[in-house]
């Protein structure tokens, strides 16, 4: 028995036991479960969008929240009132109760004075100054209530006019003033905001920073507003405070020495001790009495130089510049005052240890009766010549194979190594090139070595070396560019098998890649959480392009040789796109439209076996065996219903994911999934009837749904999910969906058509 032969009756069961208990059963005596509440506006100063928003937002300030729903069901009020009232803290009670379970939220909880008030403060806040909010309980029979509020908004007031008080100290009105009809967030005919105003605030002080005020804050800029003018409007008068502003924070600031600490211990104090062992390195000075790093490399990474104005920027991208070299666990840094109007810094750099070694290991399963481990061991040195420069070899391994069935697929084993060396900075020879960004720059140079083996069938190794930069505009985006690429493959077949075109495919292929990848990475996810989140990646990967042109190679004419080996000639093309979208506090809609474009020509039919995309597996069509949807109309059993492919491979793939998490407990969330997708062939091949790429692509897709549990632990994922096919394209065109063929009872077709998938991560 396996595991996916109890996890839909568990489930079921669950399910039942917990709609068949009732939330208010348990409830005191005289109380009611509190159900949420509603918001209405009972006039019309407000536009209907504004309405809207405002009714989304007020609804959000009623606290307490009422309990959490799942799936549309409260399961962890339902787990607590089953659990019943219990003194232990041990057994299935006691967790359901205190860990599952979360108590009712009760109307007798719920202030409703406290919350009108929440609610007027909010509408003064964004200008609806004369706004009005009342509420009572509604029963929802006899156990249950919801608050309803009533709001009536009034008049929203605008800003008729926004003025700069001069200040009597010149230089920093003047400052100000310069930029502050062009860039003030306060604007004639726009909505009193009191964030607005805050922001603004925030503004002037980030200008002042800019221009070397080191001791400017934001709470020095006071901001009137003045109601009395009538017509629902508002002037603002932007001031300084006079009383509480320190002289110095009217001084600009000059940067005077700087000081950087290469090794520095937490326990020690953050003084200048050490003073004596400075190294002067253009115009910084580097303490390091141990000699760890070359000086230049962290004056480098230095952004201020003496005799520079002070500049918030600046100093934040120095300090970001340090963390992204890799070397440092702690960076900080300290300004002192020197005289009237210059600043020493220091900068103290906690070194990361030198050496490391990381293992990792994993495990999958899939339904087919395989099974698999991979692992990996690698050794980091960090500050390799003492440029900061990072050293890395790495060996990794694994393998699957199919522990039982009818139909018996070979063990596959696989192991690879890497060297990797890697400087902060772009090497290009004859040119030094100098870069502003936060993020420094990394040339690298890797030499890979990778083994695949089907026993008894097939062997692929692969030799890669590679040089190229990573670089990032900021936190979002990221290049990866190698222009030089160099790849050998040599597939070696084991034994005579009988139909070797037919068990192999187009899995054949020795020979060269050579040509440069370019990968672009955009990630809006970074920083703050938005209910839309978007994450881009785009690889392009060309191969003998120049060569092939030249000597004009032909597959099938004019077969050309490099090094007494055939090269590979073809355009890849890779865009992944992804959409995450906050549904709510515990809810996360997902979505993925990867597509994959090859084309070979010249010198090549199709794409070299290790650049091929494949369909199927845990992280891509979940309801299908791995590696083994397609290509186009093609199916990989024969007519008597026996496997005859390792894998089947494509130039081109398309493939679409939607997925539905939602937290349930803590670390355990449930996924609900449907995907669609397929591999297709560049040109025609005989060995995979149906598989060439068509205008009628998309009659052939495959698609499947499923639903999975997420285990996140932070620092890891584990995922189950169970998929099953809703259409095959392998079947005649008017058969494919086959939805009302599910059987859920039946063992023969949970057998053919359930794929339980253990994986690490999410898919996506």
Not at 138 to 156: C, E, H, V
Not at 235 to 254: G, Q
Not at 398 to 422: D, W
Not at 584 to 591: Q, W
Request: charge should be positive; proline fraction near 5%; hydrophobic fraction near 35%.
């Amino acid at each position: 028995m396996t595991l996916r032969t109890y996890i839909w009756p568990l489930l079921l069961v669950l399910a039942a036991m917990l709609s068949a208990c009732s939330n208010t059963r348990r409830l005191p005596a005289g109380d009611r479960l509190f159900r949420g509440s509603k918001v209405f506006i009972t006039d019309n100063e407000a536009s209907v969008k504004e309405r809207k928003l405002l009714k989304d937002d007020l609804a959000e300030l009623v606290r307490p929240r009422p309990n959490s729903k799942t799936l549309g069901m409260r399961l962890k009020l339902r787990a607590y009132t089953m659990a019943g009232d219990t003194k232990k803290t041990k057994g299935l009670r006691a967790w359901l109760r205190s860990k599952v379970g979360e108590p009712p939220v009760l109307t007798a909880d719920v202030d409703l004075p406290h919350n009108t008030a929440l609610m007027q403060n909010y509408l003064e806040n964004r200008g609806y100054f004369h706004a009005h909010a009342s509420a009572h309980f509604d029963s929802l029979g006899k156990k249950k209530a919801r608050a309803l509020f009533y709001i009536t908004t009034g008049p929203q007031y605008t800003i008729n006019n926004v003025t700069l008080r001069r200040d009597t100290a010149a230089e920093v009105w003047s400052d100000i003033n310069s930029t502050f009809d062009k860039e003030t967030l306060l604007k004639k005919d726009q909505p009193y905001n009191l964030e607005v105003i805050k922001a603004e605030r925030a503004r002037i002080d980030r200008m002042l920073k800019e221009e070397g005020y080191y001791y400017f804050k934001p709470d020095y800029v006071f901001i009137v507003a003045d109601s009395s003018i009538g017509g629902h409007k508002v002037n603002m008068n932007v001031r300084l405070k006079h009383r509480e502003i320190p002289p110095e924070a009217y001084r600009r600031y000059t940067i005077n020495d700087v000081f950087i600490y290469a090794n520095y211990r937490l326990r020690g104090r953050a003084q200048d001790t050490g003073k004596e062992n400075k190294v002067p390195v253009d115009s910084y000075y580097v303490i390091d009495p141990r000699k760890n790093f070359k000086p230049q490399v962290l004056a480098d990474a230095m952004v201020f130089e003496k005799g520079d104005e002070y500049s918030m920027d600046m100093q934040n991208t120095t300090l970001s510049r340090l963390v992204n070299m890799g070397n440092f666990k702690f960076v900080k840094n300290r300004f002192e005052q020197v005289g009237d109007s210059l600043l020493d810094v220091y900068y103290y750099l906690t070194p990361h240890p030198r050496k490391s070694l990381r293992f990792e290991a994993g495990a999958h399963t899939q339904n087919d009766n395989r099974a698999g481990t991979k692992g990996s061991i690698s050794w980091r040195h960090r500050n390799t010549f003492k440029g900061a420069e990072e050293f890395m070899f790495k060996i990794n391994g694994g393998f699957e194979a199919q522990y039982s069935g009818p139909v018996r697929q070979p063990t596959i084993y696989n192991f690879g190594s890497e060297l990797s060396l890697s400087f902060p900075r772009f090497v290009v020879p004859f040119k030094k090139i100098e870069t502003p960004s936060r993020f420094i720059p990394r040339t690298s140079i890797k030499l890979k070595y990778n083994f695949e083996s089907s026993a008894k069938l097939i062997n692929i190794s692969s030799y890669n070396a590679s040089y190229g930069y990573v670089w990032k505009e900021g936190p979002r985006k990221e290049h990866q560019l190698y222009p030089l690429n160099f790849t050998y493959v040599r597939t070696d077949t084991v034994g005579s098998p009988q139909n070797l075109g037919l068990l192999y495919s187009n899995l054949v292929f020795n020979g060269i890649i050579l040509g440069p990848t370019y990968d672009f990475t955009y990630n809006s996810q970074v920083g703050l959480q938005r209910k839309h989140a978007v994450f881009f990646s785009g690889r392009v990967d060309l191969s003998g392009n120049i060569l092939g042109l030249v000597k004009k190679a032909d597959f099938e004419t004019n077969p050309d040789l490099l090094f007494g080996s055939t090269y590979a000639q073809y355009v890849k093309l890779q865009p992944d796109l992804r959409h995450y979208m906050r549904l709510s506090r515990t809810a996360l809609l997902a979505s993925r439209l990867l597509v994959g474009l090859g084309i070979p020509y010249g010198n090549s039919a199709s794409l070299p076996n290790i650049k091929q995309f494949w369909a199927g597996g845990n992280s891509d069509l979940r309801g299908f065996p791995s590696r083994l949807v397609g290509p186009g109309t093609f199916n990989e059993y024969d007519s008597a219903g026996s496997r005859r492919f390792i894998q089947t491979l494509g130039d081109m793939k398309l493939e679409m994911n939607v997925e539905l998490r939602q937290n349930i407990y803590k670390f355990l969330n449930v996924g609900l999934f449907a995907e669609a997708g397929n591999i297709w062939l560049f040109r025609d091949n005989p060995s995979l009837p149906g598989g060439k790429f068509t205008s009628n692509f998309y009659k052939e897709l495959a698609a499947d749904a499923g639903v999975g549990l997420r285990f996140d632990f932070q620092i890891l994922v584990l995922r189950l999910d169970m998929g099953m096919p809703i259409r095959k394209p392998w079947l005649p065109e008017g058969d494919r969906w086959v939805l009302d063929d599910i059987r859920i009872a039946d063992p023969d077709w949970k057998k053919k058509n359930l794929i339980f998938n253990i994986g690490i991560g999410y898919p996506f």
